[in-house]
């Protein structure tokens, strides 16, 4: 799996574009964790994508759900 780090910088300034509270990294999964919104938005070659429509959903077991 892809460890590739994420610049703390950035995990310390970015937030959920839908809630604006601040983001869990996983570091495993390649996420940013929104607890709130219940999303987990991917990190794709070290760029977080931070569009709802991309994100997982952590409903349930979220595994390849997409919040619409």
Request: hydrophobic letters at 35%; charged letters at 30%; a negative charge.
């Amino acid at each position: 799996m892809n460890t590739r780090k994420v610049d703390p910088k950035l995990l310390e300034i970015l937030v959920c574009p839908l809630t604006k509270d601040p983001l869990r990294y996983d570091p495993e999964r390649q996420e940013l964790i929104s607890e709130r919104a219940g999303l987990a938005y991917p990190i794709r070659d070290g760029i977080p994508i931070m569009l709802a429509d991309e994100a997982r959903s952590l409903d349930g077991d979220g595994e390849g759900q997409s919040a619409s």
